[in-house]
């Protein structure tokens, strides 16, 4: 057998990884741009076609790479979700620390927040089975991710033994995401005293008493 034999092999995979590579990269360029697209126009304004026009895709290329505009969405939501959890972190966060971490990256992107707000109401609409699916299952996560938290804060003294973590970690949430529409409203809510308020109610009575008297 001599070296020539397994070249075409080499070619032909190379032919396949390069078209493969390149629908990666503009799939990348879509949800990197369509946050800039849905700023500018809001939930009903941002259809795909819209955002075609506005980044240079064709609308068969967003169908072929997206389907809809609501898969879309979601897989912009998804990345974002991503590059947060690749961040680096103080490995003694807090839950306080993990949704002020969140909200501060979602502000640093303009219409994250707004995006994020509008899909979940999307969800609760009939037919959106979907987006249902996916925020069911983000919530149910992002729950888990805070019950660790606070049974961390239990084991070193700073949450209160009495209370179901499971509830906590919903309350939490609610906070987060209620803070978070009225920031997104008029800017006035502080989200990360309203937390750390959350997190003083949460507290052992004998650290509440403490802080009280000093």
């Known amino acids: 057998m001599t070296d020539r034999e397994p070249r075409p092999a080499r070619r032909e995979g190379s032919s396949k990884r390069g078209p ?15 946050l800039a697209v849905y700023d500018r126009l809001g939930f009903e304004g941002t259809s795909l076609r819209a955002i075609g026009e506005a980044i240079g895709v064709t609308h068969p ?19 974002h979700d991503r590059r947060f959890l690749d961040a680096p972190s103080e490995d003694d966060d807090t839950f306080v620390d993990l949704i002020q971490r969140s909200a501060e990256h979602s ?6 927040m707004a995006l994020l707000n509008s899909m979940v109401a999307h969800a609760l609409e009939a037919g959106n089975d979907h ?3 996916h925020f069911s299952e983000r919530y149910a996560n992002l729950r888990a991710t805070i019950v ?6 239990r084991a070193a003294g700073s949450v209160r ?12 949430l609610a906070a987060a ?3 978070s529409t009225q920031w997104l409203l008029d800017g006035s809510a502080d989200l990360q005293s ?21």
Request: hydrophobic share 40%; proline share 5%.
């Open 107 to 112: 502000m640093r992107v303009p219409g994250l």
């Open 20 to 34: 493969y590579s390149k629908g990666l990269a503009r799939r990348q360029q879509i949800i990197d741009e369509v």
């Open 131 to 133: 987006s249902r699916a």
């Open 194 to 214: 309203g937390l750390l308020l959350l997190q003083r109610l949460l507290e052992p009575p004998s650290r509440q008493v403490g802080r009280t008297g000093a």
């Open 177 to 179: 995401d209620g803070l």
């Open 148 to 153: 660790t938290l606070l049974e961390e804060g």
């Open 61 to 79: 290329v967003l169908k072929h790479h997206f389907g809809t505009r609501e898969q879309l969405f979601i897989e912009v939501l998804r990345e």
């Open 161 to 172: 033994s009495d209370i179901p973590l499971d509830e906590a970690a919903s309350l939490v």
